[in-house]
């Protein structure tokens, strides 16, 4: 046992140390690389054979210089975005924070940030089922080192979690004594459940009855009342609270929306992703510049495969022995990948973008959406879609959206969540001068949260919201 766990404690430390700078950097040379090749099969084999009128050309001097043009002014400003986020900080959360003393109490880990389901149901039941022992000096240790504890510190109680109208369909508690257990689906043993959730033919279990069951104090046993497995059940996590924020890598206190990127071994405001095309992580100060790069990239690529396919594709019907360049296809087949690739991003980061949200934030919205489901798959079979159509309406008028109202930092439309991230002038959004428009410490907080990031029913928004 002292082995394994000295070879744990080994591989944390290496997993807690930055990566090298030139591993972080090596994509920015080969990115470089690959353009500059695209600029010369480009330039130097399609245009300028054109340009010279050159036996075998693949058009006329004039449709050359409108290729090499279009191409430049493209390839330029693709290029110049490229520069504005591979040298624009994204924000990092040192620079804004002192560093302060490890809360009294330990936060939680809230269930969208668990390495699996499973693990997450494994460490409640086996909770549930060992007394609490206090932790070795070696945990500790790592706990101290930002790794993920193995204990977990009694949760205060505060005022605001025993409202009635925030207890409400909520009186079930975990053996643990984690309040949110049912809003992790994790039930043991995680394997049947879910095999009892996605079995084709099995007709979906019905909520057993409760009515032997005391009610507890100040509660009411109504049969409308359904246990939490039932039920959308938003988390109960007060996200907001220090001990949620606390960085046990760097020692303070992030600001909201930042995370710890092992790569860069700092935090990052309002972390997106690490990106390794651009060597650094995409955060509040550079995003808008990397969606701009990959607006001028899809077009770069788009322009590229357009205007070397035609002409080849031309050339090899009228000519009967022509041969396409080798060179030719490489850049074809690059410039269509990427496209392809940058399409997909493209529309991701618009989707994002417009919801206010980041990668990390949009993969919590996912696993919301996937209880849901599993959720609905309880309550009626797959071919009841009027039925389920029904149940998720009468859980939205209830809570609102998931991932609208449902989410903390949504500002109530797509186009202020985009001027937030892309500013409100036309020109920002395609150009990559100036500064973000958003510092990476200041947010608006979800009227439909409480000062503590809890999701709050619709009767509990102010009145002009519901």
Same mark, same amino acid.
């Given at each position: ?106 936060? *939680? ?8 389901? !499973? ?128 960085? *046990? ?21 309002? *972390? ?91 993969? !919590? ?7 849901? &489901? ?8 797959? %071919? ?33 969540? %985009? ?35 809890? %999701?709050?029913?619709?009767? &509990? %928004? ?5």
């Amino acid at each position: 046992m002292g082995i394994v766990e000295e070879a744990m404690e080994k591989r944390e430390a290496r997993r807690s140390k930055p990566q090298p700078w030139i591993v972080r950097k090596l994509a920015i040379f080969i990115t470089l690389g690959i353009i500059g090749y695209a600029w010369y099969v480009y330039v130097g084999r399609l245009c300028v054979p054109m340009i010279r009128r050159d036996t075998g050309a693949l058009g006329t001097r004039g449709l050359g210089i409108g290729f090499l043009v279009v191409f430049c002014i493209l390839g330029l400003v693709m290029i110049w975005a490229y520069e504005k986020v591979v040298f624009t900080s994204p924000g990092l959360a040192k620079d804004h924070v002192q560093k302060s003393s490890a809360p009294a109490t330990r936060g *939680y880990q809230t269930w969208w940030d668990t390495e699996s389901e !499973a693990e997450l149901a494994q460490a409640r039941f086996n909770a549930s089922s060992n007394p609490p022992q206090p932790p070795p000096p070696a945990e500790i240790k790592r706990s101290r080192d930002g790794s993920r504890p193995h204990h977990h510190h009694p949760r205060r109680s505060t005022d605001h979690q025993r409202r009635p109208s925030q207890q409400n369909g909520h009186h079930s508690r975990a053996p643990s004594g984690d309040e949110n257990a049912g809003t992790t689906d994790a039930l043991p043993p995680v394997a049947a459940a879910r095999a009892n959730a996605t079995t084709h033919h099995r007709p979906p279990p019905q909520p057993q009855d409760q009515s032997h069951i005391q009610p507890l104090p100040g509660t009411s046993n109504a049969p409308s009342q359904k246990p939490m497995m039932y039920t959308r059940a938003p988390s109960k996590t007060p996200i907001l609270l220090p001990e949620y924020r606390y960085c *046990y890598r760097d020692g303070f206190q992030k600001p909201s929306r930042a995370h710890h990127c092992r790569a860069c071994g700092t935090c990052v405001l309002k *972390y997106d992703h690490h990106c390794p095309w651009v060597g650094q992580c995409i955060g509040a100060r550079n995003h808008r510049f990397f969606l701009i790069f990959v607006i001028w990239a899809l077009l770069f690529c788009l322009w590229t495969f357009a205007t070397l396919v035609g002409p080849n594709a031309h050339a090899s019907i009228v000519r009967p022995n022509y041969e396409v360049d080798g060179q030719h296809v490489a850049i074809i087949v690059l410039s269509g990948f990427f496209a392809v690739f940058t399409v997909a991003l493209l529309v991701t980061h618009v989707i994002m973008i417009c919801s206010n949200m980041t990668t990390v934030e949009q993969l !919590a919205v996912r696993r919301m959406r996937e209880r849901e &489901e599993r959720v609905l798959g309880r309550l009626h079979a797959r %071919w009841e879609l009027r039925a389920r159509r029904a149940t998720l309406k009468e859980w939205n008028a209830e809570w609102g959206r998931i991932g609208k109202e449902g989410h903390i930092w949504w500002l109530g439309s797509a186009r202020k969540n %985009w001027d937030a991230t892309m500013g409100d002038k036309v020109w920002m959004w395609f150009l990559p001068i100036g500064k973000s428009p958003d510092d990476g410490l200041n947010y608006v907080v979800n009227p439909r949260f409480d000062a503590e990031g809890r %999701w709050l029913p619709r009767s &509990e %928004w102010p009145k002009e919201l519901r």
